[in-house]
């Protein structure tokens, strides 16, 4: 619903910490379930994760994220 303030407060340094300790355990198929800017994405281990699918991307944070 808001793209920007919510991707502001995911960068902050706990949230930051958090993700790259959960995320990278992600393997196979992942869903990100509100994809929001895509903060989620640089953290996919690629060697990991066969496909990313993304559910319910507001239109303008879709295009950050793209």
Known sequence: ????PIDWAC????STRRRTLVIPR???RVLE???GT???L?????TRVQRVVCV?????AEAVAA
Do not use: F, K, T
């Not at 619903?1 to 920007?4: A, I, R, V």
């Not at 640089?42 to 690629?46: E, M, S, T, Y």
């Open 33 to 35: 379930v509100g994809l």
């Open 56 to 60: 319910d991307p507001p239109p303008p």
């Open 11 to 14: 960068r902050r340094s706990l």
């Open 38 to 40: 895509g903060r989620n």
């Open 42 to 46: 640089p953290h996919d281990d690629a």
């Open 1 to 4: 619903m808001l793209p920007w």
């Open 26 to 28: 992600a393997c196979g």
